[in-house]
């Protein structure tokens, strides 16, 4: 299963909607997620999240929490995610003082995947409100209503209602057999990654297109390829900050590479013998890197390259 794609809570998409049911989750029972600048609280020592207890963060103002769900083990313990941005350091006293706020993706790969779901979810609702304190429409100050999950115009003439928005993006991994007889696969890289490292193509879906519309005009764009056979295989949460990656295998009709500069510093061709000399991000010194293990890039690759498909 695809990182952050496990999360298990149920989220009551009804009963948040009741100020009475939430107020009553807001208990000794619960358990809060911090987020500060998008980063996710950690213990400093362990480096492990910290989930606080209702006491832990009794101080703050806990009026601003986003119910994450309930634990389908036992219904009464509920989890919030707090944003403490706007906060400095002297507020983080006390039990807070023994946590960090770290990125995500840099301890995601040893947290079970539920877990890790959950703090990306955290993260993901935390930014959104911070996007959108004010209205689209009339540019009022907003509120959160529904748990966090609705931000309400307080404007008697617009009364407008902003929900939580998802980015659809495509990414795929481009297959071709040459003449030789070897399959490849097309992957590039753009210069502010780390040196070496390659990864599949992806851009997001215009108005107005398909999924497969969008993956044959993305690398085109991109890599100057025109493919057929778009298939899709799996899809990824990815709120880093706001997105779903959307995954396929497309067949390359051409092979000659012209690459947008403005999108790509760089793409190839390479042949499942050659993804198997490549290193991991992250690894010092020059040679190839694929990305990193959380990613749906490097399942797309993983993907080809083991199934063979």
């Known amino acids: 299963m695809l ?3 496990a ?24 358990r809060w997620l911090l ?51 706007h906060l400095d350091s002297s507020a983080l006293s006390g ?14 790969l040893v947290l079970d995947n539920p877990l890790a779901s959950m703090l990306a979810l955290a993260r993901g609702l935390c930014f959104w ?12 100050e ?11 115009c307080p404007n008697g003439d617009c009364g407008h209602l902003t929900f939580p928005r998802t980015d659809p993006a495509v990414i795929m991994l481009v297959q071709r057999r040459f003449a030789d007889g070897v399959e490849r696969c097309l992957l590039g890289r753009q210069a502010m990654w780390p040196e070496g490292v390659f990864s599949t193509l992806a851009g997001f879906v215009d108005p107005g297109e398909t999924l497969e519309q969008a993956v044959g005009r993305e690398v085109l764009e991109e890599a100057g390829i025109s493919v057929t056979h778009v298939r899709y295989i799996a ?40 993804l198997a000399e490549f290193g991991e991000w992250g690894d010092e010194g020059p040679g190839l890197k694929l990305t990193r293990h959380d990613s749906i890039s490097r399942y797309l690759i993983e993907y080809w390259r083991d199934l063979k498909c």
């Open 3 to 5: 990182k952050y794609s």
């Open 7 to 30: 999360m298990m809570l149920n989220r009551a998409s009804a009963d948040r909607k009741d100020p009475k049911w939430l107020a009553a989750r807001i208990n000794h029972a619960s």
């Open 35 to 85: 987020t500060h600048s998008d980063g996710n609280f950690f213990c400093k020592t362990s480096q492990l999240p910290l989930l606080l207890s209702h006491d832990d963060v009794a101080h703050l103002d806990l009026s601003q929490g986003i119910f994450l769900g309930l634990d389908e083990a036992k219904e009464e313990c509920a989890y919030f995610a707090l944003d403490v941005t």
């Open 95 to 108: 039990a807070l003082a023994a946590g960090e706020f770290i990125d995500l993706r840099k301890a995601a």
């Open 129 to 140: 409100h911070r996007s959108h304190r004010f209205c689209g429409r009339c540019g009022t």
């Open 142 to 152: 907003n509120i959160a209503i529904e748990a966090g999950h609705a931000r309400a």
């Open 235 to 274: 899809s990824q949460p990815w709120p880093f900050p706001a997105s779903i990656m959307l995954g396929f295998i497309a067949d390359a009709s051409t092979e000659n590479i012209m690459i947008d500069k403005e999108e790509l510093d760089e793409a190839r061709w390479f042949s499942r013998a050659e």
